[in-house]
């Protein structure tokens, strides 16, 4: 079974019309897409990711890290050129890539760094002060009567 049926789901939810499309296209993709190259995501707190990429015989300039929504972009392509040698075993992949991260609302990326071949994202999410939960105070008097607001006639 490669689809899902959300329809039961969005009678009672509001606003995750986009999970249909993402669950589709998250079938859709090859394995052999999610295998090059290897990566770890790690929770570093409570609103801290860490993305590392093994991107061994990539440098600085060959690498492109870009966020734009809610998608973190990570491009690879090699700049050096292939020098034809006679290999017994050629292990380490030097292809182009383009590994896509879809972030959940209000994540962003806040740096990268290259170290001993891997690329370490550093990803915060910060929801801002109007959508952070808060307390309402309930009142208690008597005198506390529901307001009316009339409607004026057109």
């Known amino acids: 079974m490669r689809s899902f049926d959300l329809s039961p789901l969005f009678r009672s939810t509001v606003g ?35 993305v590392t990429m093994a991107v061994a015989g990539f440098g600085e300039g060959d690498l492109e890290v870009t966020s734009k929504e809610n998608s973190l972009v990570v491009t690879g392509r090699s700049t050096k050129e292939v020098k034809p040698g006679e290999y017994l075993h050629r292990g380490i992949a030097g292809r182009a890539f383009e590994r896509r991260f879809e972030l959940a609302d209000h994540v962003r990326a806040t740096e990268a760094s290259l170290v001993n071949g891997l690329l370490s994202i550093d990803l915060v999410r910060e929801v801002p002060e109007a959508m952070k939960p808060r307390s309402i105070a309930i009142s208690t008097k008597a005198s506390a009567e529901p307001k009316s607001v009339e409607a004026k006639a057109a």
């Not at 079938?27 to 090059?36: A, G, I, N």
């Open 16 to 50: 995750f019309d986009h999970l249909a499309g993402m669950l589709d296209a998250a079938t859709r993709l090859d394995e052999q897409t999610f295998s090059y190259p290897p990566y770890n995501i790690e929770k570093l707190g409570e609103d801290k990711y860490r």
